[in-house]
């Protein structure tokens, strides 16, 4: 069982950055992955970006490409998403996911979640 934990959402403005924290109970295992999802208001949930926790590699939405950086600290048991360069069209709540195996884009294979750290950037 994996529990998770999002900060550092909040109020910026555009061409602003934040670094989002997602802290998992107890020690993922080198097997597992996470990732960050966001929705809009009115819109779906929307994959943004993945690492593998074992080898850190990272896929990214390509809206999100150049701009937004996911990494993990195996001694906090914390994955972070540094978001620069935002826009107004990443106003949404973010959301941590993790899951056993490889990471991948779709939600419904994301076993564990978050409770979601609203982000908004005025224009």
């Known amino acids: 069982q994996v529990q998770l934990v999002e900060s550092g959402g909040g109020l910026v403005q555009a061409g602003g950055s934040l670094r989002l924290s997602c802290a998992a109970s107890?020690?993922?295992?080198?097997?597992?992955?996470m990732a960050w999802f966001r929705q809009a208001p009115g819109k779906e949930r929307e994959f943004v970006s993945a690492i593998n926790w074992g080898s850190p590699t990272t896929d990214y939405v390509d809206s999100v490409k150049g701009r937004f950086t996911m990494s993990r600290d195996s001694a906090k048991n914390t994955v972070y998403l540094q978001m620069n360069s935002l826009k107004s069209e990443d106003t949404a709540i973010y959301y941590c996911?993790?899951?056993?195996?490889?990471?991948?884009?779709?939600?419904?294979?994301?076993?564990?979640w978050g409770q979601g750290t609203q982000v908004t950037v005025s224009s």
């Open positions: 996911a993790a899951k056993v195996g490889g990471k991948t884009r779709s939600s419904s294979a994301y076993a564990y």
């Open positions: 107890g020690r993922p295992a080198s097997s597992m992955s």
